[in-house]
């Protein structure tokens, strides 16, 4: 992983600042991208600075800033080796109340975006020689849950992109990994309403630490799959497509 070149977007706080410290610490040169550039820079400076880390304040959902995080990436490193697509955010209600605006929303950041940035940088991964694409999914886009029908909804599209890169690319030089972790203590958990949740707000299914260790993990082999944490998501994936009266029991109690 030394002197890899791995671009994060969402990388200010969450899974990405985890990921991108976890990358540093391999001896990776990490590119910071997020709307805010609160903790951007300090990030950036803490990984290394000018030679080791690049912060670009970039919206996935804005072309032109796509197109500058690419620009500006190549411009200070000379080729992008791997792009995390982990911008993302979700707001929970029941499809009979939520807001179309929010999934208009959530669709531009969870599905477009990661849409956007993979058009953007394929051909520079390509020329790497040795690219990869990681997309960072949830278990929600496995299994279905009560209350999340929009963030789901644009979860399964995520890992239904995923799934289709997986195949376009098999046999070239460009990977695509997915990974799809439960519930766990990251911002977008804490600023999250649990109040549909009695249960599961008191349970954290897989630390913020752990997916961050099998992201990397994922990275250093050039995983070309999928990537299930913890283990017993796993199980309730495979519920869901065998035996969904089961799945749908399993949510119904935890939710």
Not at 18 to 38: D, S
Not at 191 to 208: G, K
Request: hydrophobic share 50%.
């Amino acid at each position: 992983m030394h002197d890899r070149v791995i671009v994060i977007t969402g990388a200010s706080s969450g899974f990405g600042a985890l990921i991108a410290r976890r990358c540093a610490a391999r001896g990776a040169r990490v590119v910071l991208a997020a709307r805010t550039t609160e903790h951007l820079e300090q990030l950036a400076g803490e990984l290394g600075g000018a030679m080791r880390a690049l912060a670009v304040p970039a919206d996935v959902t804005r072309d032109e800033d796509v197109q500058q995080l690419r620009d500006a990436t190549l411009a200070r490193f000379g080729r992008v080796d791997v792009l995390v697509n982990n911008a993302g955010f979700g707001i929970f209600a029941p499809v009979a109340t939520a807001s179309p605006g929010d999934l208009e929303r959530m669709l531009a950041v969870n599905l477009h975006g990661a849409i956007r940035c993979t058009q953007a940088f394929l051909p520079a991964l390509h020329a790497s020689g040795a690219g990869q694409i990681v997309m960072m999914a949830s278990l929600g886009g496995l299994v279905a849950a009560p209350n999340m029908g929009y963030y789901c909804a644009t979860k399964f599209a995520l890992v239904g992109l995923a799934r289709t890169l997986m195949l376009e690319l098999d046999g070239g030089p460009v990977r695509c990994a997915l990974i799809c972790p439960g519930v766990a203590a990251t911002g977008f958990q804490r600023h999250a309403d649990w109040s549909m949740y009695p249960r599961i707000s008191r349970l954290s299914t897989v630390s913020a630490d752990a997916v961050a260790a099998a992201t990397l993990r994922a990275i250093a082999r050039r995983t070309h799959g999928e990537v299930v944490i913890p283990w017993y998501g796993r199980v309730l994936a495979v519920a869901a497509v065998a035996l969904p009266g089961l799945a749908r029991w399993i949510t119904r109690r935890v939710g």
